[in-house]
């Protein structure tokens, strides 16, 4: 079934220490998210990608980078991740950006910070 | 600008009954699509249906259909024959074609459903 994946599933870091989120999708959409999520709140869009082309949030803090390196795959850097950052991160993909293009959500990666 | 407006927090159901989501919207453009997520407590936004705004039908997928008022800018979600693992946050969201790179959601239902 093609589907969106996201590893790992729980990530443990600390304080200050770069950790990585991975992402990839066997749908082959052009578009790829990712999403920040508090507890019981709506997720917030950080950014998005294009193809190549990379979208970022005004609101996205510079601690949070993105990379594409292919159509399949797409990864969330956080430099330093602080206590604030805890939370779920989503990624979603959709075949393109127009208003019928529905995002489909891999089953995210929770962070937590020490 | 875009918003999507749900009114109930948290809503309750018994086992086997109907149930009716609420969702308002508000968008200045005549193209746009609305969707449903459930979230279970897993954390993972499944995509349950789509409504365009150019649709005549109410959209439908199983035990799931969207009762979709546009005059009123409404686009409800209706669950038929609760059954207990429904129980979970639903967001209501939208995307409009002249800012397609925006999909807004709206702040949530939490369905319990009671057996």
């Known amino acids: ?62 601690n949070f980078q993105s990379r594409r390196p292919n159509t ?27 208003y019928t293009d529905t995002q489909y959500f891999g089953p995210g990666t929770r962070l937590t910070v020490l | 600008a875009q918003k999507i407006t749900q009114t109930q927090p948290g809503m309750f159901v018994q086992e086997k009954e109907a149930v009716t989501l609420d969702c308002t919207y508000d968008t200045s453009d005549q193209s746009y699509g609305l969707f449903w997520y459930k979230q279970p407590s897993s954390g993972e936004m499944i995509f349950l249906i789509y409504q365009g705004s150019y649709d005549e039908q109410n959209a439908t997928e199983g035990r799931y259909s969207l009762n979709f008022q546009k005059a009123r800018k409404s686009a409800n979600l209706v669950i038929s024959a609760s059954q207990l693992g429904d129980s979970a946050m639903y967001f209501c969201a939208m995307r409009d074609a002249n800012y397609g790179q925006n999909f807004v959601f709206g702040p949530g239902t939490r369905l319990s459903v009671l057996p």
């Open chain 1, 72 to 98: 399949s795959f797409c990864f969330l850097d956080i430099r330093s991740p602080g206590l604030g950052d805890a939370a779920m991160y989503l990624c979603a993909t959709s075949r393109g950006l127009e």
């Open chain 1, 1 to 62: 079934d093609a589907m969106v994946i996201q590893n790992p599933r729980y990530q443990v870091t600390q304080f200050g220490k770069p950790v990585t989120l991975s992402c990839s999708q066997t749908l082959n959409h052009n578009v790829m998210y990712w999403y920040q999520q508090k507890s019981s709140q709506a997720p917030k869009l950080l950014f998005h990608y294009y193809d190549k082309d990379f979208n970022n949030e005004a609101d996205t803090p510079d």
